[in-house]
């Protein structure tokens, strides 16, 4: 099955900086790759996905970038603002008729300081 | 739209006793999945139903525990009997499914967090 590593777990920086979270992935076929974002205490909410078609996607102060041929993506978030301090979730997933199973990575707690 | 509802959010109980979580997903949706969500072992998928019909449940712990999907707007996952190393916040979460390939985003439930003395 697949299996999905992210890094760093931890990740601290000052506010106006850039924070990247990079992800690594198993499975070839893999083809669709989410990033969520889950406040302390609150539900994981999609902030940013990526299909295996495109090598890039932006959306204002957060992009992903993909690499299938090494088989990592990565999140970018720049100018970060205290409101990004969240924990980040990478995952994976071979999106075909009749399997949407999303593969989680472990997380990635960002804190920005002011 | 109100959105994935679960309910309880709150459930304290003793080991032994048969634990039921219940999901109301988003109107219109045709997938539901079951996660758990741990310290140890990040967030994990349970079970998912396309269509009320479990499609992958390789999640699932051990027969302890069994998920239902009666009709297109309700799902059940139970415990029983529990243990304390079921103590863990379940989400459900529901998406439009493959059907509609361009956008497959789940959307999470509030969680129930689970208790297991």
């Known amino acids: ?114 | 739209d109100a959105g994935v509802i679960q309910s309880p959010r709150h459930e304290v109980t003793e080991m032994g006793q048969e634990v039921t979580l219940r999901c109301k997903p988003i109107s219109g949706h045709n997938s539901l999945f079951w996660y758990r969500q741990t310290m140890m072992r990040g967030l994990e998928l349970l079970i998912y139903f396309n269509n009320n019909v479990p499609i992958d449940d390789s999640g699932m712990p051990e027969d302890r525990f069994s998920a239902k999907m009666p009709n297109a707007s309700f799902s059940t996952l139970k415990i029983q009997p529990s243990e304390p190393r079921d103590s863990a916040v379940y989400f459900c979460a529901s998406s439009e499914g493959l059907a509609v390939i361009s956008y497959n985003e789940q959307f999470f439930g509030p969680g129930t967090r689970l208790t297991v003395l």
Do not use: M
């Not at chain 1, 999905?4 to 669709?32: F, M, W």
């Not at chain 1, 978030?77 to 949407?100: K, R, W």
């Open chain 1, 1 to 114: 099955g697949e299996n999905v590593e992210q890094h760093p777990s931890t990740l601290s920086v000052q506010e106006g900086d850039s924070a990247v979270i990079k992800c690594t992935y198993s499975d070839s076929a893999s083809n669709y790759f989410p990033w969520y974002k889950q406040e302390l205490g609150k539900r994981p909410q999609l902030i940013i996905d990526i299909r295996s078609n495109v090598g890039e996607k932006k959306d204002q102060r957060i992009a992903v970038t993909l690499n299938k041929t090494a088989k990592h993506f990565s999140l970018h978030i720049t100018e970060t603002q205290p409101e990004d301090s969240a924990v980040y979730f990478c995952a994976a997933s071979a999106l075909n008729f009749g399997n949407e199973k999303l593969t989680f990575g472990t997380g990635t707690r960002l804190t920005i300081i002011p």
